[in-house]
């Protein structure tokens, strides 16, 4: 019984590199079409495109998704921000962060 290294005629760790970069490909290729999916918006609001892109292309495609074609959501402001505002200074924020946690002091 011969070795699969043996039967393609290389080392050993050319094997194990060659699984390796075919795990990394499936990998990353499921993690993009599950990405793609859930995604509401990508780039050139095309998912067809992208899914073609993932599926023929192997690894590049899915790393040219991953960084091109998903359009992250904008952060949403925190509570603070929202409440004390973006120009709020730091002392004004800390307070109400105090107060959200702790409950507004009462005064005398």
Do not use: C
Not at 17 to 26: D, E
Not at 62 to 80: E, I, N, V
Request: avoid cysteine; charge should be positive.
């Amino acid at each position: 019984m011969t070795s699969l290294a043996e039967q393609l005629g290389v080392s050993v760790g050319v094997v194990i590199l060659l699984v390796a970069v075919l795990v990394a490909q499936a990998t990353l290729q499921v993690l993009a079409l599950v990405s793609l999916y859930r995604s509401r918006e990508v780039l050139f609001n095309s998912k067809w495109l992208w899914l073609a892109v993932v599926l023929l292309l192997g690894l590049v495609g899915s790393l040219l998704y991953f960084a091109l074609g998903r359009r992250l959501p904008a952060a949403a402001p925190t509570q603070s921000q929202a409440v004390a505002g973006p120009r709020a200074n730091s002392g004004e924020r800390a307070g109400h962060a105090v107060d959200v946690l702790y409950g507004r002091k009462e005064e005398p």
